[in-house]
């Protein structure tokens, strides 16, 4: 699979204010140890995401270059109980300032741990960033870790409650061991991107200009208008 495989890092950043120009940029987001820096990494067909034994180490902003200033944004995690208030604190400022406010994000993908799907922190982000209109991928990984049947079953119940708490969102299994679901979630990210530049994305990518992979229905929604009061970062994932 050569799509993403481009991706190069590009810059830590800590503050809005560093962020780099950008036409289009596709954010994952997740519970601290759900496997997100793997599916990046899977995703992109290297080891630009550090994979770390200790949960909750990514407290930057990291942007990985696609070419064509677009990036992908691995977000800081969340709900990882260990870290102290006052270091969480700033990195949830952080988190929600991008999520609500920057602009060229094209949509965020959810990572979450087949096993643990749809936490209470999970819903509080579904939720909470449902106003902004776009759309949003769920990445249930470590597919590899449940029989078949058991997998699908979760993958049906996710299915049903995200209609409910957030329907411009799909959801598949993946997994970043297996490489199973990467040219699912692989369309779906590139559709976003092609959606809001059609056509420069894929020829960045090695792709045919006139190709149109199915993209995800979120952006087949209208978009509501966001909530009066909502200020970047506030409250949004306070544990």
Same mark, same amino acid.
Request: aromatic letters at 8%; a positive charge; proline letters at 6%.
């Given at each position: ?65 696609? @070419?064509? /200033?677009?990036?992908?944004?691995? =977000?800081? !995690?969340?709900?990882? &109980? +260990?870290? *102290?208030? %006052? ?93 199973? @679901?990467? /040219?699912?979630?692989?369309?779906? =990210?590139? !559709?976003?991107?092609? &959606? +809001?530049? *059609?056509? %420069? ?39």
């Amino acid at each position: 699979m050569s799509l993403f495989r481009s991706a190069c890092f590009f810059k830590s950043v800590a503050s809005l204010a560093d962020a780099p120009a950008s036409v289009g940029e596709i954010a994952f987001v997740g519970r601290s140890n759900t496997g997100k820096s793997s599916a990046i990494n899977a995703l992109t067909g290297s080891q630009l995401a550090f994979v770390s034994k200790t949960p909750g180490r990514t407290r930057l902003i990291n942007y990985y270059a696609l @070419g064509g /200033e677009r990036f992908f944004v691995d =977000l800081p !995690g969340y709900g990882y &109980a +260990r870290v *102290p208030e %006052a270091t969480r604190a700033p990195w949830e400022r952080l988190l929600g300032g991008y999520l609500q406010t920057r602009a060229p994000l094209c949509g965020l993908t959810v990572v979450m741990d087949v096993r643990q799907a749809l936490t209470e922190l999970d819903q509080r982000m579904l939720g909470w960033f449902r106003p902004t209109g776009k759309p949003v991928h769920v990445l249930l990984t470590k597919a590899d870790k449940l029989s078949r049947e058991a997998a699908q079953k979760i993958l049906r119940r996710v299915e049903a409650e995200l209609a409910v708490l957030a329907p411009n969102a799909s959801v598949q299994l993946f997994s970043s061991l297996k490489r199973s @679901g990467l /040219e699912q979630a692989a369309a779906v =990210l590139l !559709g976003w991107l092609d &959606a +809001r530049a *059609p056509g %420069a994305l894929g020829v960045a990518l090695g792709r045919e200009p006139n190709e149109n992979p199915r993209q995800d229905r979120g952006w087949r929604n209208k978009s509501p208008r966001a909530k009066r009061g909502n200020q970047p970062g506030a409250k949004c994932l306070k544990v």
